[in-house]
């Protein structure tokens, strides 16, 4: 008996291997940029987020780096996308979840019925839930539970941040089907390099069309190239986008082929740089991205 209060009493003092004292901030290591921000924002100053992935990177594409895997074993509380959306990355933290890790998907409170499962895909579900600003709020009760989990004391400031961090979700969800009233519905055909846009589409009444699949790990061949052009003609759009994290170089050719400009840059699988400020709002926040996808569309497209 002396033995095991003896064995408690030096695993509280030295703490446990990868997990952090009490009286010190989680460390917090997350995948994409969407993911970092929401950790931020529930898990407030009790938290030190290292992310893996800055502006303009893609996940699908993503390779673990040695330092990467350093960060991913080091943090008390790894957090990530989910839905395979971090294709390459998927193994390590597969391996890290069953040598008992605390490894969370963010959507992983997310129905089954609300997301999207398209031929195209394998029998997977499309990963890019944040475009629906309702439909990522949900991944907030997910945050709070498992920082919970690891930091009971910490509880009630993780509730608190979740409240005010869903309910600003929804000021914005409620921001964004104001702002695109104004576009007819006619004029809702969004055309972007590959299909990141679907669950945008359904929220707030888009066609939504991707030169490229769900996935940007296959280049558009010729034949979808040429058939985008045909349908940009054919629809008379006003304008099609480029991506942030997708080579920009195939819907510059289908804009010159089609005549069509280019309406602008959107953020699709990763946010902006932080402290980058347009019309007030920071390009690498969740909030700024989505505010300024929406305005791009709008303007492009009126």
Same mark, same amino acid.
């Given at each position: ?88 990355? =998927?193994? *390590? @933290? !597969? +391996?890290? &979840?069953?040598?008992? /890790? ?71 969800? =409620?921001? *964004? @089907? !104001? +702002?695109? &009233?104004?576009?007819? /519905? ?73 005549? *069509? ?42």
């Amino acid at each position: 008996m002396m033995r095991h209060v003896l064995i408690a009493i030096s695993a509280v003092l030295l703490g446990f291997p990868g997990i952090s004292s009490g009286g010190d901030k989680l460390r917090v290591t997350t995948t994409t940029t969407m993911v970092s921000d929401l950790i931020r924002n529930v898990g407030g100053d009790q938290v030190e987020v290292t992310g893996l992935m800055g502006p303009g990177v893609d996940p699908h594409l993503y390779k673990a780096s040695a330092s990467d895997v350093t960060k991913l074993q080091d943090a008390d509380i790894i957090f990530y996308s989910g839905l395979l959306l971090e294709g390459k990355l =998927q193994d *390590v @933290l !597969t +391996r890290l &979840a069953r040598s008992k /890790k605390f490894v969370y998907a963010v959507t992983e409170g997310i129905a089954h019925k609300e997301l999207f499962e398209p031929e195209s895909f394998g029998g997977h579900f499309d990963p890019h839930v944040w475009f629906d600003v309702s439909l990522w709020a949900k991944s907030v009760d997910v945050v709070v539970k498992a920082l919970s989990e690891v930091r009971p004391a910490g509880k009630s400031g993780f509730e608190a941040r979740g409240k005010a961090t869903f309910a600003k979700m929804m000021l914005l969800h =409620q921001w *964004v @089907l !104001t +702002r695109v &009233a104004e576009l007819p /519905k006619a004029s809702r055909i969004l055309v972007t390099s590959h299909d990141a846009f679907n669950y945008f589409g359904r929220a707030y009444d888009f066609k939504v069309v991707g030169l490229q699949g769900i996935s940007t790990v296959e280049e558009a061949n010729l034949a979808a190239m040429t058939q985008l052009v045909d349908f940009v003609k054919k629809h008379k759009l006003k304008a099609i986008f480029v991506e942030s994290s997708v080579s920009p170089n195939a819907i510059r050719r289908i804009s010159q082929d089609a005549g *069509v400009k280019i309406g602008g840059e959107l953020f699709s699988d990763a946010m902006g740089t932080p402290g980058q400020l347009e019309n007030g709002y920071d390009l690498g926040t969740y909030d700024g991205m989505i505010r300024h996808n929406v305005n791009a569309m709008v303007e492009a497209l009126k």
